[in-house]
């Protein structure tokens, strides 16, 4: 019998390069977890959202802080704005209800149908109400709103205490300039949707 020790030493050295490999991604993990603290800091990020928005000196953190103040005044104007859109929507839909353009039938929920449409009318109904420039505007701005939040989320989840009350003082300012006006008849925005998206 031969034995190849040659073929042996190859053999073993194989069988541990994936071991030395898992522990240095787990070395890279380890240290990538060590640079962002999961606790509210003074430090500056090492990123914000964006690999290439890390700021590095105190001007490039007021930026980011004054970013991230923006970012959240846009959000406040932005669900103030849609609410305001949907009430001047609704207040057009029964104007023309009211002056016969627009069948209550088809301008209201489909459930309130009366039974003399036939459900093609209500489906084409219902098509033609999901492509309105309307809706397709709201569907827009659901979108814009959507990433602003989650775009200050992730901002908050760097755990900078400055980009934090960045945001917080945007909401503030936000609500107090665009949420003054009332939408629903009792004196106050309704707070029910009231939320990051």
Known sequence: MNLDHASHHDAA?????PV?????IHANLKMDMEMMPM??????????????WAPKNDGEMVGAVIAVFFMA?????????????YVLE???RNALIREGELPSALGGAVSSAPPSLS????????????????????????????????FLMLSAM?????????????????YFLFHWSPVSGNGYSSFH???CH
Request: a positive charge; aromatic letters at 16%.
């Open 13 to 17: 050295s194989h069988a541990s390069q």
């Open 90 to 92: 609704a207040q057009r």
């Open 73 to 85: 005044v846009s959000f406040e104007a932005l669900k103030k704005g849609r609410k305001f859109l």
């Open 193 to 195: 949707d009231d939320h």
């Open 119 to 150: 459900q093609r009318d209500v489906c084409r109904g219902m098509v033609r109400g999901m492509f309105r420039p309307f809706h397709l505007l709201q569907t827009l701005l659901q979108g814009v709103q959507f990433v602003l939040g989650y």
């Open 158 to 174: 760097t755990f900078s205490v400055w980009l934090f009350l960045g945001m917080v003082f945007g909401t503030m300012v936000g």
């Open 39 to 52: 606790y509210f800091n003074v430090d500056f990020p090492a990123h914000i959202l964006f690999k290439l």
């Open 20 to 24: 030395a490999r898992n522990a240095t």
